[in-house]
């Protein structure tokens, strides 16, 4: 399996980034696609997932809750993050990532993607 992440840079607060992650191999094993992030000096965090069936049902983290939307497109095996009104805070490298658990912890991910940097500016 492998999951191939992109679209990181820098932008100033308030602007916003589309993050995306190309999956291949056997990722249909896994329930659901998800970013998570790690900043400098703080632990991996969850932001954001989609389940791969069904309705796509999202989830997110509350501090990306309304400015961050999760988005999949099965044919293409992919998952985007669209990242809107971005804050400093949101500095962080970006993690794709597979997996079948909730809740969403790093612990229990299936697969990891290279990470992505995205710096926010103030």
């Known amino acids: 399996v492998q999951l191939q992440a992109s679209g990181g840079g820098l932008v100033q607060a308030g602007g916003s980034l589309r993050l995306s992650c190309a999956a291949s191999g056997r990722t249909f094993s896994s329930s659901f696609m998800a970013w998570f992030r790690q900043a400098p000096g703080k632990e991996r965090e969850f932001v954001a997932a989609?389940?791969?069936?069904?309705?796509?049902?999202?989830y997110y983290a509350d501090s990306v809750k309304g400015r961050f939307t999760i988005q999949r497109d099965n044919a293409k095996n992919a998952v985007y993050l669209q990242m809107n009104s971005l804050k400093p805070e949101d500095t962080a490298v970006y993690y794709c990532?597979?997996?079948?658990?909730?809740?969403?912890?790093?612990?229990?991910?299936?697969?990891w993607g290279k990470g992505t940097l995205v710096t926010v500016s103030s």
């Open positions: 990532a597979a997996t079948s658990s909730l809740p969403f912890r790093p612990s229990v991910v299936d697969y």
């Open positions: 989609i389940n791969r069936s069904g309705g796509g049902i999202t």
